[in-house]
């Protein structure tokens, strides 16, 4: 079936860039999602990236995209504590097309 | 636009009784979905719903959830006879186009959530 890893926690100073890593097994998704939740909010949709896509760069935002080996990164330039939040990978994958979220990385910016 | 708008944000339950959560789509958006999240977890899929119309509830616990999507309305998910384990934050997202392997990105619009505590 699906599964989507992801690290659980990261920590960086401010300024300094973030990389959050994420793994998919299913080969067939056609898009693969990152999502932003702060303490107490839903999901705010940050990015996304089709699967025929190495890479796309929005703003801070970096997303790369190995299909190959089932993995996914966003890299958050210039780290800020307003970046302090949950990041979640998700794939769209099943016989209907949902989303299948990992865990979720923890990113705590230290001042 | 109001967004995704999901009452009540915060709900208290003794075990045994009824949880009912509502949400209202995004204006021109006509797919809802229920997400679950347990406390450290990611998002679980629970039911896509169109108006009237239940597509998938492949995530859906077999006894005592169901949802609707009234014509209408808000979408409601119930919870019968609540239990510790449904203590949870459920999330309703909705998109404008059916989801599906080929519908495009088709970005799902999640609500701030709904959290329940059973006591």
């Known amino acids: 079936g699906e599964d989507v890893e992801q690290s659980l926690f990261l920590s960086v100073r401010e300024g300094d860039s973030s990389v959050i890593n994420c793994t998919y097994t299913?080969?067939?998704?056609?898009?693969l999602y990152w999502y932003k939740q702060e303490p107490g909010a839903g999901l705010q949709l940050l990015t996304y990236?089709?699967?025929?896509?190495d890479m796309k760069q929005d703003q801070r935002l970096t997303v790369l995209l190995n299909k190959k080996d089932k993995h996914l990164s966003l890299r958050i330039a210039d780290t800020q504590t307003g970046d302090s939040a949950i990041y979640f990978c998700?794939?769209?994958?099943?016989?209907?097309?949902?989303?299948?979220f990992g865990k979720g990385t923890k990113l705590s910016v230290k001042p | 636009n109001a967004g995704v708008m999901q009452n009540p944000r915060h709900l208290v339950r003794r075990r045994g009784q009824e949880a009912r959560l509502r949400c209202s789509p995004m204006k021109g958006h006509s797919h809802v979905y229920w997400y679950r999240q347990l406390p450290e977890e990611g998002l679980k899929f629970m039911v896509y719903?169109?108006?009237?119309?239940?597509?998938?509830e492949s995530g859906m616990p077999k006894e005592r959830f169901s949802a609707e999507f009234p014509k209408e309305g808000p979408s409601i998910l119930r919870i019968q006879q609540v239990v510790r384990g449904d203590s949870a934050a459920y999330f309703c997202a909705s998109s404008p186009l059916r989801q599906g392997l080929t519908s495009g990105a088709n970005v799902l619009t999640f609500g701030a959530g709904s959290r329940l505590t059973v006591l």
């Open positions: 719903l169109q108006k009237e119309n239940i597509i998938d």
């Open positions: 998700a794939e769209r994958g099943g016989s209907q097309g949902n989303l299948i």
């Open positions: 990236i089709f699967s025929n896509m």
């Open positions: 299913d080969s067939s998704s056609t898009y």
